[in-house]
């Protein structure tokens, strides 16, 4: 699936409003926060630009941790930009697509978790991504088979680890660290949560807020993905 400029603005205004609690709690969205953060404080960096922020769950973290960090957000939906403009009155939010554009300005760092493999070209993007790095460029993508789950929420292609560090390198980047994370909790898991697609969906996709069983549910995944190793895996981490 991939949706025009418009219609994937009103896909996300829709998506973010449901995706509160999973975003908050769900497993695989909590690891790649937790590692891209701990990169993020290994380096020498001030500012911080997090494309694909959504509701800045990641952003809040950051400020947690590092307040006296220089932190912007971007995403493609108009109405989370200006909720978060509200929410977080001492960060700069800005409306942006990926797929056409990119902000005429430099950050020490620019994180981008799960947002390339929502885009039609992505050495496009990546290139994008690029021009606005002015130190370190953390990104996530998937790196397994393209699931009926990951079709619902917009993904248009899944890679290799080959694939995203020669766009990087074609972008003038050089590439620190490349990790297929994941195996084997991580990648069961893609399995298992896409045998029954609708019945997933309905339950942990489509709900503000997480009743205690789900939180459960997302504590256990978590807690086994820690036992993950950085090889084999779906989930590619790369800076």
Known sequence: ?????????????????????????????????????????????????????????????????????ELAGADISHSVIEENKRRLPGVDFFTLDLDQEHLPRRFDAVTCMEVVEHCQDYRAAIKRLAEMTGKWLFITVPCGPLFEIDRRVGHTKHFSAREITDALQESGLKVITAQRWGFPFFNLYKHAINLNPDVLCKAFLSSQKYRPKQKLVALLTYAAFKASFPWLGYQLFVS
């Open 1 to 69: 699936m991939h949706l025009a400029s418009n219609a994937l603005q009103a896909f996300y205004h829709v998506a973010w409003n449901d995706w509160g609690d999973m975003i908050r709690y769900s497993p695989g969205p909590r690891i790649r926060r937790e590692k891209i953060l701990s990169w993020v404080s290994e380096a020498k960096v001030n500012s911080l630009l997090d494309i694909g922020c959504g509701n800045s769950e990641f952003l809040l973290q950051v400020h947690a941790k590092i307040p006296s960090f």
